[in-house]
Every structure is written in structure tokens, then in C-alpha cells.
């Protein structure tokens, strides 16, 4: 063995001890393999070789300008560096799934940790990926302390401070943030069919109003959108939700609040039948408000599919194909979002469990990051969808 490849005993360690918490680089210094630099497995700029050659999700969106990204757990993409390879091969955005949430950036009440969502937001800058805010407002991930501390008089106070604080933390670095999520809920009974939340209970449907005008001020660059969940689909209770939906968006373009799209969540059935021409009709109306679409948390819901495993795939890819097929003609659709890439990292292993125990596939990739045949049908769909004139 040539003589500068002869590690000494001291490089042995660095390298077994860097085999065990990172990765391990040789680095061909002047005088031979000298240098030996361990990137830590959670370096957030550790770099990944292309892994395929055809064309990816993000290259076939770009193509017809359009943005495809995904969401992941900073500790998804931390600890498992196949994750995080194919993130970046198939991705131009990333959107946190749960480090931009209340729980985790407020373990208590004057206290805020952006740790692991620093991490994330480095993560997108090392890879040239988008960053995606989630969420500012919501109903849910708040923290244990907050029932017993935010009430009438100190909700304002703790809202603006929310918001004043995270979004201006990465401010310029946003391509866009659910500034409120999921504030529609007609069964709640309230006439604007607004959700009984803690912050409609103690400020009053205007809270909305002020959250999107403080998030403005922290971040002037980023695009401020609204996220909702249940509007694709054709039985009353959809109608119900588009109507309140569009009622909200028409009341806050009239009173000049800063708001820029929509997000439509679009968690969809594999099982539902749709023509979605009342989902077509509805972004319609939504792009006359002058308002951006962003599809913003997709992923096809198998677990009432058959057990088997080839007929699930093709309904699931069915469903994708059939949604974005539809929302794409739409021009003002310039954002499609998975929540999650592969189906070893979906939250839907919680929240949905298979009568028969198997596991779910929801996603573009399998749980061994094999592309299947929901990646084909969306790949179909972007290389199929009309140009967009480049938007933000
Ligand atoms: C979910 C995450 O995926 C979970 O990991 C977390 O425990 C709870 O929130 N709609 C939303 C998302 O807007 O924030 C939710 O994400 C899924 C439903």
C-alpha cells in the first residue's frame, strides 16, 4: 500500500470514531491522505451524490414553473442521510412538518428554541432548497403551558409576539408561511363558519386580520398564505367549507389584509370518486381574488384500499394523477407540496392505521425510497400541465 495511504494509529480512531457518529472523508491533503474531516451525520451541509439520472419531481415541475417540494421532520432528515439524499435529488422546497410549530419553538412562556428549526432552515440553504413556514396560527401543536397561560386579556400580547419573533427570525429566508391554519370549521355552529378556537374566542374573527398584517411586517418578503384542509371533493359538506372558505378570503382581500394564496392541504382519499368540477370551479374563484394557490400538504389516505399491494398502488397513483390533472390546469396553482416523500416517514402511520396492520403508502416513494407508481403519476401530471409565467 502506497505510503501516504497508511493511516497512523491517531487516524485510525478519528476514522472509526467518525465512521460511528458521521461520515468519515479522506481528504487528499498536500502530503497525502492526511486530512481527515468528519462530517457529522447532521451536518445539515453534508453534500449527497445524484442518485438517479431521469428527470425529477422538482426539474419536471420547474419545467412548467411550478414548485415541488416536501415536508419532513428535522430529525428525519438529521438521522437518516438516504432521506435527506432523496430529499434533495426530488425536491425544491422544504416545509418543516413540525419545527415552525408553537410546541416546539415555545417550551415556555417567555422562552423560544429555534434550534431544530434553525437546523432545517440551514439544511435548505445548504441544498439551494425553499423554505416553507408552518405555522404561525393554529388551533393545535400548542404548548402544555398554553391553556393555562394565554387568556382574554394576553392572547393579543402573546400572538404578536409569536409572530413578530418567528417570522422576523427568518426574515428574507421565507418563500412563504401558513400565517393561519385551519381556521374554518362550519359545524362549530359561528356565522362566518369560523373554528372555535382559542384565538377567535379571545380575540374575535379579526385575529385573523392581525396575524397576516404583524407576519407582513416581520417578513415583508414572504408570500402570507392561508391553509385549509377538506375542499376537494363533491358531497355537501365540502360545499359547505368552500363557501365559508371563499367568504373569508373575499372579507380579507376587501379590508386590504396582506394575504397572497391559498394553501389547500389536499390530504385526499384513495377511495373517493371525484370529477372535482366543483373543486375546478372553486379555484376559479379563488385566482379572481387575485390570490396564488399552493398545494400544500398532498398525500393519497390508502388504508380502506385492498391489502394488496400492486391494486393500492394504482388506485393511490390514480388519485394523485386525477387531483392534479384538474388542480393544474388552474394557472394560479403555483405550489405542489407532499407532506412527507416516502412512506417509511409519513404521519400517517399515527394517524391512520390499516385494518389489516399493514403499513400505509400514502407517498411518491416507498419506505426503501423507491419511486412507485404515485411518483409516475405526478411526474405525468407536471409534465403534462400548461407553463406558468414564473411566478414568486
Ligand atoms: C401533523 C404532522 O405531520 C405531525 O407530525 C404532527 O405530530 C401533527 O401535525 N394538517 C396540518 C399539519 O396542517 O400541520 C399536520 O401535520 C397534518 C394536518
Redesign the pocket.
Known amino acids: 500500500m502506497p505510503k501516504n495511504l497508511l493511516l497512523t494509529r491517531r487516524q485510525v480512531i478519528w476514522l472509526s470514531l467518525g465512521t460511528f457518529t458521521g461520515l468519515a472523508v479522506l481528504l487528499k491533503g498536500k502530503d497525502g491522505y492526511r486530512n481527515i474531516k468528519i462530517l457529522a451525520l447532521d451536518e445539515p451541509s453534508r453534500s449527497f451524490s445524484v442518485i438517479k439520472k431521469e428527470e425529477s419531481l422538482k426539474e419536471r415541475a420547474a419545467a412548467k414553473g411550478i414548485i415541488y417540494g416536501a415536508?419532513a421532520?428535522d430529525a428525519d432528515l438529521r438521522l437518516k442521510p438516504k432521506l435527506a439524499a432523496h430529499f434533495v435529488q426530488e425536491c425544491g422546497l422544504l416545509v418543516p412538518?413540525?419545527s415552525l410549530?408553537w410546541e416546539p419553538l415555545r417550551p415556555s412562556p417567555d422562552r423560544f428554541d429555534f434550534t431544530a428549526a434553525d437546523w432545517m432552515a440551514e439544511f435548505a440553504q445548504a441544498h439551494s432548497l425553499l423554505l416553507r413556514g408552518?405555522?404561525l396560527v393554529?388551533h393545535?401543536?400548542l404548548p402544555p403551558w398554553f391553556k393555562d397561560t394565554v387568556n382574554r386579556q394576553n392572547a393579543e400580547k402573546f400572538l404578536v409576539e409569536h409572530i413578530e419573533k418567528v417570522a422576523g427570525h427568518y426574515a428574507g429566508k421565507m418563500h412563504s408561511w401558513?400565517v393561519v391554519?385551519?381556521a374554518i370549521h362550519v359545524d362549530d355552529g359561528h356565522p362566518d363558519g369560523l373554528r372555535k378556537t382559542p384565538w377567535l374566542e379571545f380575540l374575535g374573527p379579526d385575529y385573523i386580520d392581525l396575524a397576516y398584517r404583524v407576519a407582513a411586517r416581520a417578513d415583508p418578503k414572504a408570500l402570507l398564505v392561508y391553509?385549509e384542509?377538506g375542499v376537494e371533493y363533491d358531497e355537501p359538506k365540502y360545499d359547505k367549507k368552500r363557501a365559508a372558505i371563499l367568504k373569508l378570503l373575499e372579507s380579507l382581500k376587501s379590508k386590504g389584509t396582506p394575504l397572497h394564496a391559498l394553501g389547500i392541504?389536499a390530504?385526499l382519499s384513495g377511495s373517493a370518486n371525484s370529477d372535482y368540477k366543483k373543486l375546478r370551479n372553486f379555484l376559479s374563484d379563488v385566482a379572481s381574488l387575485g390570490l396564488q394557490i399552493m398545494i400544500t400538504?398532498l398525500d393519497v389516505l390508502d388504508e380502506d384500499l385492498p391489502s394488496d399491494i400492486a391494486a393500492r398502488d394504482r388506485l393511490v397513483a390514480k388519485a394523485y394523477e386525477d387531483f392534479l390533472s384538474v388542480v393544474l390546469e388552474e394557472p394560479a396553482v403555483s405550489t405542489v407540496i407532499t407532506?412527507g416523500l416516502s412512506d417509511a416517514y409519513t404521519?400517517h402511520i399515527?394517524t391512520h392505521r390499516r385494518a389489516d396492520g399493514m403499513s400505509v403508502r400514502p407517498l411518491p416513494l416507498d419506505a426503501d425510497f423507491k419511486p412507485k407508481l404515485a411518483w409516475n403519476a405526478i411526474a405525468r401530471a407536471f409534465d403534462s400541465a400548461p407553463r406558468r409565467r414564473s411566478l414568486k
Open positions: 415536508a421532520q412538518e413540525w410549530k408552518h405555522t393554529w393545535l401543536s401558513d391554519n385551519e391553509n384542509f392541504q390530504h400538504e407532506w404521519y399515527k
